[in-house]
């Protein structure tokens, strides 16, 4: 059930108003003036503030500044007899979702309280959402190399820079992007992912720049290129070693200018979007055979940062080993299993040539298969080495 608090100092209007509010099936608090108000919100937790402006000890206005430092920020609607278009205009500047004048008209206010609900539900779900996101996304070793990798996010993030992600499959190059993406300026806008090696040759163009209707048989109407979806935000470029010459020539130009043209366009589209690009091949040796351009090379490897394999960073698997467990306990709605420290000792041993990616598929394997607490001869039974 929704929690009410209503901040007025008119009894009549406070009663009036929770009358209303209760009817809906709502949970309502008082409050008779702004002091009040603002320590019943400190020491509880309310969805929605219906709050007068004109106050004694403390008006509307500065109830709204002070809630706005707080930890928990509840959505609210300011009410007054002295409304104007300067009061409401302040209100919702300084975070307000509505301003209803006094006497509220009844289906105005319940509508209006309705949808500040469900807004704030959708913030509340933003917040879990993003909270289980980088926790899926964490960074999880304190070994050398990787603290290495971390210090050097830390640093590029905020700029603007180009950054060239180097290493083995499953080593994790997308969570290095992700977390210059996070970390940087540009972490509200797009961050835009392609894998350069699952598309075909003669549609990488399309993917990156888009097309105009009619450039090619099946392009039935306009699309946006991957370079435009992700403007003002960051486009990461995986697997860019498998990317066609023709393609390269073409990136090339949208970095050098910062403009895209369309598959069957002509006209330039400006584009502000950070590249990232990540590669498992050595693109030296690539450049040699005539298999990736030079120009490009320099441009995109402005920063470079070289993914550890997991063979390098053994001392690493027991942490990894309980963020598995814990994460898949999580995706199963199960219990969280133990492991001995014999199952994580033989787990080292492993060469891991998968990496990552797969010590995270050998964890899942141990969880579905292995005992409550998974033991050395489970390890021995179902890991594959």
């Known amino acids: 059930m929704p929690k009410i608090l209503i901040i007025d100092d008119e009894k009549v209007i406070r009663a009036t108003l929770k009358e209303i509010l209760e009817y809906e099936k709502y949970e309502i608090s008082e409050a008779q003036d702004g002091e009040e108000g603002l320590k019943k919100i400190q020491q509880e ?6 709050c007068d402006i004109k106050m004694p000890k403390m008006d509307g206005i500065e109830v709204l500044d002070k809630v706005a430092a707080l930890d928990k920020q509840p959505q609210f609607i300011m009410i007054s007899a002295h409304g ?3 009061t409401a205009v302040e209100a919702t500047k300084k975070g307000a979702f509505d301003f209803v004048p006094k006497p509220p008209d009844l289906n105005r206010l319940l509508l209006t309280v309705r949808n500040a609900l469900d807004k704030k539900n959708l913030v509340t779900e933003t917040k879990v959402l993003k909270k289980k996101l980088s926790k899926k996304l964490d960074m999880v070793g304190e070994s050398a190399t990787i603290q290495q990798v971390k210090e050097t996010i830390e640093k590029v993030a905020p700029t603007d820079a180009r950054v060239l992600i180097t290493g083995s499959n499953g080593t994790g190059k997308e969570l290095v992007a992700h977390w210059l993406h996070q970390k940087s300026n540009r972490s509200s806008a797009p961050f835009i992912a392609v894998n350069c090696a699952a598309i ?3 549609l990488i163009e399309s993917e990156l720049f888009g097309h105009e209707k009619g450039a090619f048989t099946s392009a ?13 935000g960051t486009l990461f470029l995986d697997e860019i070693g498998d990317m066609s010459l023709s393609a390269q020539a073409k990136v090339l130009r949208a970095l050098q200018e910062h403009k ?3 598959v069957g366009g002509d006209k330039d589209i400006k584009v502000d979007v950070r ?3 990540a590669t498992n091949k050595d693109l030296k040796k690539e450049i040699e055979e005539g298999k990736f351009r030079e120009d490009l090379y320099h441009r995109l490897s402005v920063i470079l940062i070289q993914v550890p394999a997991l ?15 814990g ?7 199960t219990a969280k299993k133990d492991i001995d420290k014999k199952a994580i000792a033989k787990l080292q041993e492993f060469p891991w040539t998968g990496n990552i990616r797969e010590l995270r598929n050998v964890v899942e394997r141990l969880v579905i298969l292995g005992g409550q607490v998974i033991s050395e001869d489970d390890v021995k039974k179902y890991a594959d080495y």
């Open 84 to 86: 104007s278009i300067e």
């Open 311 to 325: 063979k390098d960073r053994k001392e690493d698997i027991p942490m990894l080993v309980d963020k598995f467990l």
């Open 260 to 262: 895209v043209t369309r």
């Open 275 to 277: 590249v990232l690009a």
């Open 327 to 333: 994460d898949i306990s999580s995706e199963y709605g």
């Open 45 to 50: 937790d309310f969805d929605l503030v219906l």
């Open 220 to 232: 039935v109407k306009q699309r946006q290129g991957k370079f435009e979806q992700a403007d003002g």
């Open 200 to 202: 075909p040759a003669e």
